[in-house]
């Protein structure tokens, strides 16, 4: 079978949150499995691209009010385990940022691109796999644009990472899109705007989201289309998210202050956790717990300036944040280090090694999200040994199990301060129960979140369609 994922976002060219990840891993299980798994993605300027050689597959003209020339690319020297080809459309997809104000012309000129090359490519037995609303036009262009019958009969599938934002845009933009019987324009709108993310759920042949509970969120909370998914409930299923165990895999992993197993946890996490320590001068003794995120109201972002300075004048903690978004959260989370020098520090920026080292070196990851359609980072936390302690939502609902009932993190139900900070005071109590502490640290590093599961069960579900 031929799979084309269709994406903003893939690790490692482009990543702004857990989409790359997603679509950077997924494809490469599925070719495990035998199929014909590839990306599709936009060129943009960065170092990825900088340093890499590409050469040209495909080269035509798309209309958006006016002729752009566009290119596909493919990437040499392919390492990835599935093919990666790339939209070049240098005056709207090359820039150094992935999301911006310009997104609605940007990402309607990469959608147009894709399926005008997706459609001489004459291909039987395909699957087209859009994910969010980057990508949400293509299941309405491939059942109803004029240009695009011939892909009628190919069945798309999309993914809903994120259903906060929808891609919103105005009726006075629907000229863009490549001819179409207007009586099918409904289609198209919510709530008298052009919503990309319905419109998808409205025309894909089936809808998945990244696990079960979010699904289940969904049908009550889904920044407006809660009816709109409880009316499609039938062509909707959640699929819980894995996670690349060659890029997650503290023995290899090259980010790493010293790596390190099951059996070696005691002495590879101590080393890095003594270089987070000393780096960010923090005291070792500690439990260290950290965040990593981005910083918006989503992940409970807001209650962290409150949460932290609580906790950490409360209990006898190391914390240490890696992020970035709000600035105003931003600032008073820097405002509050002279207050807990220390004890507490922050790295507010993007930066992947850091992160690595960090799921290597703490002792808890904190996640109070208020909203998370899967989270990646308990289950690479998980992974490196690091007891996540996680607000009960979406997907960490579905992967974390409390030590009260015979789990291995610690989970609260509401995203109060004093619930979270109960949540840390459980934590720290477990650190002092050093045995158990250390028992359950080696134990999750074996629970298994790789794709394995999860890429078949898009195969089969993308088998149902064809
Ligand atoms: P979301 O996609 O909602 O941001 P996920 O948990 O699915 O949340 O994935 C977040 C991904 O982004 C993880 O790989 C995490 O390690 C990474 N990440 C988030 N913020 C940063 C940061 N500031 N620096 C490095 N990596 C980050
Ligand atoms: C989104 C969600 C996150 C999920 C990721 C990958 O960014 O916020 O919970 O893990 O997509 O599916």
Redesign the pocket.
Known sequence: MNIIHISAECYPIAKV???A??VGSLPKYQSELGENSIVIMPFYDNAFTKNNTFETHYASVLNLGRDYHFKVLSLKDNTLGYDLFFIDIPELLFKDYVYSEDDTERFLAFQIAALNWVLQLKKENTVVHCH?HHTGLIPFMMSHCYTYEALKATPSIL?I??AQYQGWFSHDKVHLIPKFDLSNIGLLDWDNVINPLAAAIKCSWRVTT??PS?MEELKEKANGLERLLQHESAKCVGIL?GIDTDVWNAETDGFIIKNYSQKTILSGKKANKAWLCKEFNLDSKRPLFAFIGRLVG?KGAGLFPEIFDKALSADKISLLLLGSGHESIQDSLQALKPKHKGVYNTFIGYDEKLSHIIYAGADFLLMP?R??????NQMYSLRYGTIPVVSSV??LKDTVIDIKNDGFGIRHDQVKIEDVAEAIKRATNLYSDDSRFKKIRKQIMSIDHSWNASAKAYIDLYNSLT
């Open positions: 949150g857990g989409l990840d997603v969010d993914t990472h994120n990244v696990s979010y998210n989503e999200s909203v998370e359609p899967c989270g990646l979406g997907g």
